[in-house]
């Protein structure tokens, strides 16, 4: 049974850095891409960031430059350091295994202007 867990959110001012942690289980992160995703109240759930199968990283445009993200493989983890964070960055953070269909629970991620 596949399983993601999300962490690291909280409430943080305008300005400010998080680093959300995406523990995996049932499943070897391996080389399959993986990605965040983010769905703020009363719109539609986005891509953040993602990693590709081979290695290469996208960005959606709004978080270029603050957003990074990384893998362990060893700890079959996934992570997003974010700074210079922005009121509009408030959302429900997910993590995802692009080649698995289920969710995990996410993170909240509040940015207080």
């Known amino acids: 049974q596949v399983q993601l867990v999300e962490s690291g959110g909280c409430l943080v001012q305008a300005g400010g850095s998080l680093r959300l942690s995406c523990a995996a289980s049932g499943i070897t992160i391996g080389n399959n891409g993986v990605g965040w995703y983010r769905q703020a109240p009363g719109k539609q759930r986005e891509p953040v960031a993602i990693i590709k199968s081979g290695g290469t990283t996208d960005y959606t445009e709004s978080v270029k430059g603050r957003f990074t993200i990384s893998r362990d493989n060893a700890k079959n983890n996934i992570y997003l350091q974010m700074n210079s964070l922005k009121p509009e960055d408030t959302a429900v953070y997910y993590c995802?295994?692009?080649?698995?269909?289920?969710w995990g629970k996410g993170t909240q991620v509040a940015v207080s202007s």
């Open positions: 995802k295994i692009l080649t698995v269909t289920c």
